[in-house]
């Protein structure tokens, strides 16, 4: 069995502007088990586009109309076809390899994974919440 056939398909929504420098330190580094890598560009004026297009060729590139990062992260979300959904901020701040870890983590039952930029080494970059004891903090 192939890691690709060990996990759901999962796409990757990652809001661009004025990117084209730092694409090179993530969309390379993207793990395998990702089958759909969705760019939204919000209003570059730089290569940003172009430059993804040509470090990832597969790559499904969509034109912002709106503007800010939650209306980039909607168009995206709208537009993706996978089971699990990550979005991956475009200025390199966060390891693609952590993807791996966020769907094994949701495989493994949890509801919702989520890592933080300002947490010390990888272990502790990940941040799992069952919606349940969300719940159970929120009603207390």
Same mark, same amino acid.
Request: hydrophobic share 45%; with cysteine; glycine share 8%.
């Given at each position: 069995?192939?890691?690709?056939?060990?996990?759901?398909?999962?796409?990757?929504?990652?809001?661009?502007?004025?990117?084209?420098?730092?694409?090179?330190?993530?969309?390379?580094?993207?793990?395998?088990?990702? +089958?759909?890598?969705?760019?939204?560009?919000?209003?570059?004026?730089?290569? +940003?586009?172009?430059?993804?297009?040509?470090?990832?060729?597969?790559?499904?590139?969509?034109?912002?109309?709106?503007?800010?990062?939650?209306?980039?992260?909607?168009?995206?979300?709208?537009?993706? +076809?996978?089971?699990?959904?990550?979005?991956?901020? @475009?200025?390199?701040? @966060?390891?693609?390899?952590?993807?791996?870890?966020?769907?094994?983590?949701?495989?493994?039952?949890?509801?919702?994974?989520?890592?933080?930029?300002?947490?010390?080494?990888?272990?502790?970059?990940?941040?799992?919440?069952?919606? @349940?004891?969300?719940?159970?903090?929120?009603?207390?």
């Amino acid at each position: 069995m192939s890691k690709q056939e060990k996990y759901p398909s999962i796409s990757v929504v990652i809001p661009a502007r004025n990117e084209a420098q730092n694409l090179q330190h993530i969309l390379p580094k993207l793990p395998e088990i990702v +089958t759909e890598v969705i760019l939204v560009d919000g209003h570059s004026t730089d290569d +940003t586009s172009k430059i993804a297009q040509q470090l990832l060729p597969d790559i499904r590139v969509i034109q912002q109309e709106g503007r800010g990062k939650g209306d980039a992260m909607r168009v995206g979300f709208a537009a993706c +076809t996978g089971d699990i959904i990550v979005m991956l901020d @475009a200025d390199g701040s @966060a390891n693609p390899a952590e993807i791996v870890r966020f769907a094994e983590a949701l495989m493994a039952g949890y509801d919702f994974a989520k890592g933080s930029r300002f947490s010390k080494g990888e272990a502790a970059r990940i941040l799992l919440y069952c919606v @349940a004891l969300a719940i159970m903090f929120c009603a207390s």
